[in-house]
């Protein structure tokens, strides 16, 4: 994990401004089943940028960990 303050935020709003069917979400202010909902209503969306991913529960880290390793989203 990188320290707090080390420009992780700037880093990915660039790439989310060019890259089309990507999703940016700030973690620290969302749920994984938040997530899930936009990405069953947006399935276009191929990459998924997850600022503050410390931030979600454990069980919402598990449920995106899950969705990694298989590619299906349920």
């Known amino acids: ?3 707090p303050a080390s420009a992780k935020t ?3 709003l660039p790439i989310h401004k060019e890259i089309t069917n990507c999703y940016f979400v700030d973690a620290a ?3 994984g ?3 899930v909902d ?3 209503a ?3 969306t191929q ?3 997850i600022d503050e991913l410390d931030k979600l529960s454990k069980n919402d880290q598990m449920t995106l960990l899950n ?3 298989t590619g299906i989203l349920t």
């Open 1 to 3: 994990m990188r320290p």
């Open 10 to 12: 700037l880093f990915l």
């Open 29 to 31: 202010n969302s749920s």
């Open 33 to 35: 089943v938040s997530m």
């Open 38 to 40: 936009y990405l069953f």
């Open 42 to 44: 947006h399935p276009e």
């Open 47 to 49: 990459i998924l940028l």
């Open 67 to 69: 969705l990694l390793e």
